[in-house]
């Protein structure tokens, strides 16, 4: 059974940070793209970075140069470190992995279509 578990979220004033976990299981991580995205109540999804083949890597204008995505392959473990959190970033925050290893990049860069797999999401609130 796939599962993506995230963990790292949780309530901070603007200026902070946090770093997001992202476990993977049951399925070879190495094989599959992956992705962090958000959604705010009452918006749609949003991209925010991604992972594509040969490990390049893609932001959102507004995770650019705040927000950092990494991964530890030998832990099957993906990343998303987040700096100057502003009021405006607060969302559930979610991992999703693809077997096309250029989808995730597309998707994160046009908005639309599906992963593969996407974990439960973690909450991150940053109050001003």
């Known amino acids: 059974e796939v599962q993506l578990l995230e963990t790292g979220g949780g309530s901070v004033q603007a200026g902070g940070s946090l770093r997001l976990s992202c476990t993977a299981s049951?399925?070879?991580?190495?094989?599959?793209?992956m992705a962090w995205f958000r959604q705010a109540p009452g918006k749609e999804r949003e991209g925010v970075a991604a992972?594509?083949?040969?490990?390049?890597?893609h932001y959102a204008d507004f995770a650019q140069g705040r927000f950092a995505i990494s991964q530890d392959r030998s832990k099957n473990t993906l990343y998303l470190q987040m700096n100057s959190l502003q009021p405006e970033d607060t969302a559930m925050y979610f991992c999703?992995?693809?077997?096309?290893?250029?989808?995730?990049?597309?998707?994160?860069?046009?908005?639309?279509?599906?992963?593969?797999?996407r974990g439960q999401g973690t909450q991150v609130t940053v109050s001003s």
């Open positions: 049951g399925y070879t991580y190495s094989d599959y793209c």
């Open positions: 992972f594509g083949g040969s490990g390049t890597t």
């Open positions: 999703a992995a693809h077997r096309n290893p250029f989808h995730c990049i597309h998707v994160v860069v046009t908005g639309r279509g599906e992963l593969d797999y």
